[in-house]
């Protein structure tokens, strides 16, 4: 590997020592006989000051420079009241390892908000800011937390397929492939698949996998391919098991945001509060009557939520101190894969998980009895031959289960507080977007 | 959650207590007067033993159960140096919590040596076979493990799209995606978005993922859809730097396997060597003169290593010791965007590694200089409009990078000794079958 410090790495307590950072040049300040230039890695910016009267050569290489070229700087580390970081460089050496195209298509040192659609054609050159950066490494920060949570509960992490025959939902929303000589779409949820493995024993499972929409809307909560984070479990009592899961890993992914990426929160300018207290769980005729009440506002389809009624019950619920609450026991049930228990005091065992007023997630307890689900996939006109494999896979013992599919986009773009899901994701794809 | 025990959890020390486990019947054993129940969870088997004179009701509910219920046993821990574990179950109560039908389409209990083909058909039923099982949960731990090696080692975890608009290496191994109005193609590789993010300055990145490959063969190498590993870091001195991450990042979650998945690894009846000394790096020369000298064997294609070499070479070095070992400096270069350094005392800064006899990845250094991409691109009539958007990325200063993509399944194949790639994949995808 080359050699050099990370910038993160060198304090004030190394004044003296000599060390190389590398990174892009994010700017460049001449004053005349003094050039500063602020380079740029992936965890912060430090400054080099080069002057004409001390290093007349390096001087004269820095006033070279252009924005963006990748570059390594040695020199003495300097503590410096002035220096973004307090220390700054004064440089031995510098090395030009690649020089850079100009104009840049964007600006990325100066505080120049392109819009997004712009800044999405340069996706590689906007990545660069260093709070779109942030958006990333936090990303990961939080997955890789999530994750955890569940490998230290024993879950298996799995992969299912994304092309198949069918979907779960119907096929107005599928892209179709061309696969050799047969129809096959991509996966628009694992959901068949989780519930398969359920009955052949799995007992727990987690998925990291993508998942592709063919909506056509341009809005800021639509994209074409999504992450996901899939989980199912088996041996539930109802879906209150598959909503403590949930709540217990949010929590433990948030609790490690906040405390392991407070740069990238500095960065983004977020005040993050982890939801130490117990998620409300309140049913969907509680979520209407709070609208009613507190915001006269009744959804137009009065069996679901609306998104302008997601977003007042999570302010309802922020200012009390919750900014993650569930909606359980929506009324009717449109998917013949849920559990639909008479007599019970909810009117199903769906559930939402609404985070910072957008729904994140839904889950449920599934339907294991092969026999109601094919009555109900019968009244609902589902043909059953789309789903032998799933019936199949359920007849043959399975114990009772259920799970949900959280919106990995969708939950980093809440936890950032950007406006446009698109912003999530390092390359996002929607009906114009195919490239970069 | 339905309270139980886990049967991996049920010692001979608890000789006496009452417990719930809970499982599918794995095999019954009725002996007049006597049954066996021996109930499978994902951890292992237990027996509760119903005996006609002791528990009568009990004794009339366990004869009537089927292969594969689902069901829980209550009863009392019971030291028993016939059972298997050293431990049985003398039942309280029997409670079947979902009926199987019968017949089964496989046998599970029973040593039957179904046909793949027939055992993929029934999958759901088929990966209930502990030893079947039993490969998903070592793969589980050793991507865990693998991917902790990265995170440790301050890598970002990233997603890059899966619909794109042109491919890594031309169209036609592509899956067509009917894409809105638009022509689009599933993802072969991550290649090119890892490298734009290496010139964002990502710097270390990794990435689970999935790639598609429209290769219409029937071998127990191809499948359609695959798990792949992807790598890629900044700053390196060549493609040594390479070849060290990957050899410590596998090396680390091997022992992981060989430490934590020793239950997986007996079923399987896998004896797993952990690769402690330094992988042996040999030059493509090296390759050719070994396979003439020790087995006369020359590969058709004299630039490229074949099945055959690859396997002769295997047994070669694990022979001495070493179950994985690099092929560096294949002579020409297929690839643009491989770095290929003049006066280097290799041909080129491409690399595979090759496991227990087979190509598990490949990887080099990259070419980062645009100028010299554009030049190589035009002798290979390489359209630059397909990767406009690459040759941007790339513009605005790239630091020196180079990864590699390491196909998951083929490496869980090789851990696991499976004869085919589809046995270490849940749900595998190849021409003929999409479902389940």
Chains 1, 2 share one sequence.
Not at 114 to 121: N, Y
Not at 136 to 153: C, I
Not at 168 to 175: I, N, P, Q, R, S
Not at 259 to 275: I, K, Q, S
Request: proline share 5%; with cysteine; net charge negative.
């Amino acid at each position: 590997m080359i050699e050099r410090t990370y910038t993160s790495e060198i304090t004030e307590a190394m004044d003296g020592e000599t060390v190389s950072v590398a990174g892009h040049v994010h700017e460049l300040r001449d004053l005349g006989g003094l050039v500063f230039v602020i380079v740029r890695d992936r965890d912060g910016l430090i400054q080099g000051v080069f002057k004409e009267d001390r290093e007349p050569e390096l001087f004269e290489q820095a006033e070279e420079l252009g924005a963006e070229d990748v570059v390594r700087v040695t020199g003495e580390v300097t503590e410096s009241g002035q220096a973004p970081g307090g220390v700054e460089l004064v440089p031995e050496e510098l090395e030009v390892i690649d020089e850079a195209d100009a104009p840049l298509p964007l600006e990325i040192s100066k505080d120049v908000d392109a819009d997004l659609s712009t800044r999405l054609d340069h996706r590689g050159v906007d990545l660069r800011q260093p709070e779109v950066m942030a958006v990333f490494t936090l990303k990961s920060k939080l997955m890789d937390a999530m994750e955890e949570w569940f490998q230290n509960e024993g879950y298996v992490d799995v992969e299912t397929p994304l092309i198949s025959k069918g979907g779960a939902e119907g096929g107005a929303e599928l892209f179709p492939v061309v696969y050799y000589e047969q129809e096959a779409f991509l996966s628009q949820s694992p959901q068949l698949y989780k519930q398969i493995l359920m009955a052949s024993g799995f007992d727990k499972i987690y998925e990291v996998g993508t998942a592709f929409r063919a909506e056509d809307f341009a809005t800021s909560r639509h994209v074409s391919e999504i992450s996901m984070f899939d989980v199912e479990l088996s041996y539930i009592e109802d879906h209150h098991d598959v909503m403590d899961v949930q709540e217990e890993s949010l929590r433990y992914a948030l609790r490690a945001v906040a405390d392991e990426a407070e740069r990238e929160l500095d960065e983004l300018g977020v005040d993050l509060t982890v939801p130490e207290e117990d998620f409300p769980r309140i049913t969907f005729d509680e979520a209407l009557d709070i609208l009613e009440a507190q915001f006269g506002h009744f959804p137009e389809d009065p069996t679901d939520l609306d998104t302008k009624g997601e977003r007042l019950l999570g302010q309802h619920f922020e200012e009390q101190g919750h900014p993650a609450f569930f909606v359980v026991g929506y009324p009717g049930e449109k998917f013949y894969y849920m559990q639909d228990v008479e007599g019970d005091d909810i009117a199903s065992r769906k559930f939402d998980l609404i985070y910072k007023g957008q729904e994140l997630s839904s889950g449920g307890q599934r339907q294991h009895d092969v026999d109601v689900m094919k009555e109900v996939m019968a009244e609902n006109d589902v043909p059953e031959e789309n789903f032998e494999f799933y019936l199949e896979g359920l007849s043959y013992g399975t114990p009772p289960h259920g799970g949900y599919g959280l919106g990995i986009d969708r939950l980093v773009q809440k936890v950032c507080d950007l406006d446009n899901i698109k912003e999530a994701i390092l390359f996002p794809r929607d009906p114009t977007r195919l490239t970069p």
